[in-house]
């Protein structure tokens, strides 16, 4: 079945990038999103990648896959005092309806 | 146009109640999912409804229930409340079962059981 982890917390300081990392078990065609939750909301779709890319950058993010390695990063430049949240990757196996969240990563922005 | 509506927002229940929680998809989409977040924890897939059809269902006992409605809202119906059943109750809707770029969600139910 899928697995995903991710490291529980990250500190950056104001202006400085954020790199918030995670890793998958599925080895099918999956699709990987990274969701945003801030404290008392439900989660924000961030962006998405398809599991035969390599990069995919949206303006102040930038998500890289390491399909070998199944690990997926997401890099926020110049992260704001808005960044704070916590961070969720999630893969959902192609033609499947399930989508498999890891634990979060707090992200923690220090002005 | 409204974004995914979960209705209440909070509630508080007692142990062995029953509770129903409601969610209204963004117009136009037919899927809605359920999701319960556990404080501290990723959310974790309950079911999917698609065309007011049972497509997917988690790992949850029978004391989880869900239909969809003719007009694609949802419902979620939890019996004999336990403690470790308070939680965020998230829903998600799509236009289809399945969409690449994932499903947008309601801010949630919170519940909580005493």
């Known amino acids: 079945g899928e697995d995903v982890e991710q490291s529980l917390f990250l500190s950056v300081r104001e202006g400085d990038s954020s790199v918030i990392n995670c890793t998958y078990t599925?080895?099918?065609?999956?699709?990987l999103y990274w969701y945003k939750q801030e404290p008392g909301a439900g989660l924000q779709l961030l962006t998405y990648?398809?599991?035969?890319?390599d990069m995919k950058q949206d303006q102040r993010l930038t998500v890289l896959l390491n399909k070998k390695d199944k690990h997926l990063s997401l890099r926020i430049a110049d992260t704001q005092t808005g960044d704070s949240a916590i961070y969720f990757c999630?893969?959902?196996?192609?033609?499947?309806?399930?989508?498999?969240f890891g634990t979060g990563t707090k992200l923690q922005v220090i002005p | 146009d409204a974004g995914v509506t979960q209705s209440p927002t909070h509630l508080i229940k007692t142990r062995g109640q029953q509770v129903t929680l409601r969610c209204s998809p963004i117009s136009g989409h037919k899927s809605v999912s359920w999701y319960q977040q556990v404080l501290g924890q990723g959310p974790q897939f309950i079911f999917q409804y698609y065309e007011k059809e049972e497509r997917g269902r988690g790992n949850f006992p029978d004391r989880f229930s869900a239909r969809q409605f003719p007009n694609y809202s949802s419902e979620l119906n939890v019996n004999a409340l336990l403690l470790g059943d308070s939680a965020l109750y998230l829903c998600?809707?799509?236009?289809?079962?399945?969409?690449?770029?994932?499903?947008?969600f309601g801010s949630g139910t919170r519940l909580t059981v005493v």
């Open positions: 998600a809707s799509s236009p289809d079962r399945g969409p690449n770029y994932g499903y947008t």
């Open positions: 999630a893969e959902r196996p192609e033609g499947y309806q399930k989508v498999t």
């Open positions: 990648i398809f599991s035969n890319m």
């Open positions: 599925d080895s099918s065609s999956t699709y």
